[in-house]
């Protein structure tokens, strides 16, 4: 059982920048996706970013992909998402998660089931 912590968050002003960290310990999967996913009043949970462990590959939703960058570090227990450009909308409880996942299916980072929850941030801009 992996456990996830969380860090970071806050208030920002439009255009400003804000960044989380997401330590994990535990059973961390050797073949897995970490990253975040939000979700706002009202709204659907939304996968924001994620990294896939055994490589770069990165899969960012189409609303952050340009303004939102995510870091694994090389022990592959921290994860970082650097938030520039905050947008209103970008208003959300960030929860980080990992799940078992590989490159081909890294594009389904939000959907479905089987994620390990960090205790989640709050983010408002």
């Known amino acids: 059982h992996v456990q996830l912590v969380e860090s970071g968050g806050g208030s920002v002003q439009a255009g400003g920048s804000l960044r989380l960290s997401c330590g994990a310990s535990?059973?961390?999967?050797?073949?897995?996706?970490v990253g975040w996913l939000r979700q706002a009043p009202g709204k659907e949970r939304e996968g924001v970013a994620a990294?896939?462990?055994?490589?770069?590959?990165?899969y960012y939703a189409d609303s952050v992909r340009g303004r939102f960058t995510i870091s694994l570090n090389n022990a592959k227990n921290t994860a970082i998402l650097e938030m520039n450009i905050l947008k209103p909308e970008d208003t959300a409880i960030y929860y980080c998660?990992?799940?078992?996942?590989?490159?081909?299916?890294?594009?389904?980072w939000g959907r479905g089931g089987g994620y390990s929850w960090g205790q989640g941030t709050q983010v408002t801009v």
């Open positions: 990294r896939y462990t055994g490589d770069d590959k990165a």
């Open positions: 998660a990992q799940r078992r996942c590989s490159p081909a299916t890294i594009g389904t």
């Open positions: 535990g059973s961390i999967y050797g073949d897995a996706c």
